[in-house]
């Protein structure tokens, strides 16, 4: 499923807890009525890109490809944030 939004809010998180593992769950806004409103960033791709910070992503567009895992939880398996820029015409 293709999910577009905002992320309102991004946490990092022990799963299972007490493990070493560490994934990052987006909230997110705007992603339309019939959408997940938290997606969970696993693992693996937060070694692939350490820069992955929540305080980095929180207020950021993204666009990503999820799948609901059999847990229940809506599972990111690629992702893309907006690069923080605001575009806004010249003048008053």
Known sequence: MQLRGIVMKAELREDPQGSDRIE?????????P??????????ELLLADPSLDP????????????????????IVRE???????????DGP
Request: proline share 6%.
């Open 24 to 32: 990052m769950v987006l909230w997110a806004q705007g992603v339309g």
């Open 34 to 43: 019939d959408r997940p409103r938290s997606v969970v960033v696993p693992y």
């Open 55 to 74: 305080d980095a992503v929180r207020g950021r567009g993204f666009q990503a490809v999820v799948e609901q895992g059999g847990d229940g939880r809506w």
């Open 79 to 89: 992702i893309g944030f907006a690069a923080g820029r605001a575009l806004r015409p």
